[in-house]
């Protein structure tokens, strides 16, 4: 399969293939408080209601 054991065995190994994406990831990772609690619900909130309309559009 050409992959190691521990790449299937890890957590570690995510792959985000928009580089942009990644990027603002990376920044998000390093923020704290607030701020960093702000974006992670906002996401949260998005990806719901994505989800919800793919529901619904199924």
Avoid: H, P, W
């Avoid at 065995?9 to 990772?29: A, R």
């Avoid at 390093?30 to 609690?37: A, F, N």
């Avoid at 949260?44 to 919800?52: F, G, V």
């Amino acid at each position: 399969m050409g992959v190691s054991a521990d790449y299937l065995l890890s957590d570690d190994n995510t792959q985000i293939k928009d580089k942009e994406l990644f990027k603002k990831f990376e920044t998000i990772q390093d923020m704290g408080g607030d701020t960093k609690k702000m974006i992670v619900n906002f996401l949260d909130l998005a990806i719901r209601d994505y989800k919800a309309k793919q529901a619904y559009t199924s």
